[in-house]
């Protein structure tokens, strides 16, 4: 079965149904600086984030991953390049319902990424940030 995303209806109400399990990715350049991305979709329009999204039904989490890695940022990052930090569950922090992230990590070279206004390395967290982000960051040995 090849994974398929949902309809944006059918997405929605998966949120109101039953939790969600969300890959975010921690990406880091040879200074050991985070990649995070400029969101520019609600919840959270305007704030910063880490690369991530919806695992799909039907998917693995190296492919969800490697899925993200290519969607998010352009990084065409194989099998075997993630490691998993852990899982950080999220019952409030999203205004579209019950996510439980489950958190990888990947070294790159910086000249790997398109860097620019909306995708950018930090050696310190920025202010505007994404809480629930923030959290996770700190508590996996982020910033």
Not at 73 to 94: H, N, P, R, S, Y
Request: aromatic share 10%; charged share 30%.
């Amino acid at each position: 079965m090849k994974p398929q995303k949902l309809s944006y209806d059918d997405f929605l109400l998966s949120l109101r149904l039953a939790p969600r399990i969300v890959v975010e990715l921690f990406i880091r350049n040879r200074e050991r600086e985070l990649l995070l991305l400029l969101r520019e979709l609600e919840p959270f329009e305007g704030l910063w984030h880490l690369p991530g999204g919806f695992l799909l039904k039907g998917e693995t989490f190296d492919e969800c991953c490697i899925r993200l890695a290519n969607e998010e940022i352009g990084l065409g990052l194989m099998v075997g390049m993630f490691t998993k930090l852990g899982d950080f569950e999220d019952l409030v922090g999203d205004p579209r319902g019950h996510l439980v992230h489950s958190i990888y990590t990947a070294d790159i070279e910086d000249d790997d990424v398109r860097i620019g206004d909306k995708v950018k390395f930090f050696a310190k967290l920025p202010e505007e940030i994404m809480p629930t982000h923030k959290e996770m960051i700190e508590k996996f040995g982020g910033q």
